[in-house]
């Protein structure tokens, strides 16, 4: 065996050549492949202490009662800074983002017309350059990495993605958040509209009464109120004529004269204070932090495939061992 590997050696060498040839036409014309990676970690307390504060200014407008039914009534709990990043990695590895990103920044980067069966070719093409890794551990980093033939490109791409998610968090989270401080807003400013009302009509009831008791104490020729009977405040609804008509009339022009009944509301100030509070929340996404980027996506230099090195030296193991059993098996085949 050894003299025919021997014998043929220039056969050997010329097929060594070849196939390293050819590894290396593969490995200097291939279209270089690049990699880059977004590291995201998750938020700060900080970072979600304005969404605490809106919580806790919620408990606040609640009504005075036990801490059982405040607790109830709340409806939305705070938010630590845990919960906050799941949420952001729930729409970090969401099919709905991907898709959104496939058809409004992959496609159109095509720069052609796209059929129906490139269109799958392509989506199959964005899931293995696209990688999501979540974090093993709590307070690990996850990271986001994307692959292709464009430095530039591949590094916005994961960094553009990356703040979509993020953004697409915040405003979840602010959205809740905007939703029930709304519907306490209109809950309260509802009880502000029935209390006015109740006033208002409470308001043309005593004119009513006041004038009933007016004619009541003209047909009968009392102007004033007795001296000797009980004092002014004790004359009401039956009794209210005894006041006499001078006090009467007075009381009825400054009931028709009255343009606001919320000095006579004694629960308007809790609600008005509330509303004042409710109004002034501010409510911007930006005031919530749900990820920190770690390591921002860099535009990578060297790309990671093809590895021109390993090509080479597979060209060369592999033309040695295609050339040497292929003499061997020639040398096989001729021994009688």
């Known amino acids: 065996m050894a003299c025919a590997v021997w014998r043929n050696w220039r056969i050997i060498l010329g ?40 919580t806790q200014l919620m408990g606040e407008t609640l009504p005075s009662g036990n801490d059982q039914d405040r607790k109830g009534q709340r409806g939305i709990t705070p938010l630590t800074p845990q919960e906050a990043y799941r949420v952001f990695l729930r729409h970090l590895t969401s099919d709905a983002l991907r898709q959104t990103f496939f058809s409004e920044v992959y496609l159109p980067a095509q720069g052609r017309e796209i059929s129906e069966g490139e269109r799958e070719q392509l989506w199959l093409q964005l899931n293995r350059n696209m990688k999501v890794t979540l974090p093993s551990r709590e307070g690990d980093a996850a990271q986001l990495s994307f692959e292709g033939t464009s430095p530039q490109t591949i590094s916005k791409w994961a960094n553009d993605y990356t703040q979509t998610a993020i953004v697409a968090a915040r405003e979840e989270l602010m959205g809740d958040l905007a939703a029930f401080v709304e519907v306490r807003l209109q809950s309260n400013k509802g009880q502000l509209t029935a209390l006015r009302k109740v006033a208002s009509e409470t308001r043309a009831n005593q004119i009513k009464r006041v004038e009933d ?9 009392l102007e004033n109120a007795s001296a000797s009977g009980n004092l002014i405040i004790d004359y009401k609804d039956e009794t209210m004529y005894l006041r006499g008509a001078k006090a009467l009339r007075a009381e009825l022009e400054r009931l028709k004269q009255r343009e606001n009944d919320d000095p006579y509301i004694p629960e308007l100030n809790n609600l008005l204070r509330v509303d004042a509070l409710l109004s002034g929340i501010d409510l911007s996404a930006e005031r919530l932090s749900v990820a920190i980027v770690d390591r921002a996506a860099g535009v990578p230099v060297s790309p990671v495939r093809p590895q021109k090195a390993l090509i080479l030296l597979l060209g060369l193991v592999l033309g040695l061992v295609i050339s040497v059993l292929g003499v061997l098996l020639h040398a096989g085949i001729r021994r009688p």
Do not use: M
């Open 213 to 221: 008791a007016l004619t009541i104490a003209e047909s009968i020729g």
């Open 15 to 54: 097929v060594t050549v070849i196939t390293l040839l050819l590894a290396a036409l593969y490995a200097f014309l291939a279209r270089p492949v690049y990699q880059t990676a977004v590291a995201i970690l998750p938020p700060s307390a900080s970072g979600v202490a304005h969404y605490n504060l809106v």
